[in-house]
Nanobody
Framework: QVQLAQSGGGSVEAGGSLRLSCAAS????????MAWFRQTPGTRNEQIAY????????YPADSVRGRFTISLDNANKTLYLQMNDLKPEDTNMYSC???????????????WGHGTQVTVSS
């Protein structure tokens, strides 16, 4: 069973930066991409960004474009999310996923990390 170990996150003031990491124990067969999602209780799971194993990145969430950067270190099977100019509305639980398909705002055929909290104070 693949494991995704998340680290990073925490509390920061508005305008600050944080970096999230997600280390995969393996790339399961039939997976092609990794993604970051965030969700507050009572809201839908929002896909922030995803990246294919060959390095093509997409940012479906308009609210983070230009502030967040997704990257993937294939040698270490580690996914990153660099978050700059953080805003209070970025406060959320952030989860990573490794998926067969990442487009359309979903992770299909995938596995999930446990989530990490990001809190941005004004």
């Amino acid at each position: 069973q693949v494991q995704l170990a998340q680290s990073g996150g925490g509390s920061v003031e508005a305008g600050g930066s944080l970096r999230l990491s997600c280390a995969a124990s393996e790339y399961p067969a039939n997976t092609n991409c990794m993604a970051w999602f965030r969700q507050t209780p009572g809201t839908r799971n929002e896909q922030i960004a995803y990246i294919t194993f060959d390095g093509s990145a997409t940012y479906p969430a308009d609210s983070v474009r230009g502030r967040f950067t997704i990257s993937l270190d294939n040698a270490n099977k580690t996914l990153y999310l660099q978050m700059n100019d953080l805003k209070p509305e970025d406060t959320n639980m952030y989860s990573c996923a490794i998926c067969r398909f990442c487009n359309g705002g979903f992770c299909r055929g995938g596995y999930w990390g446990h989530g990490t909290q990001v809190t941005v104070s004004s």
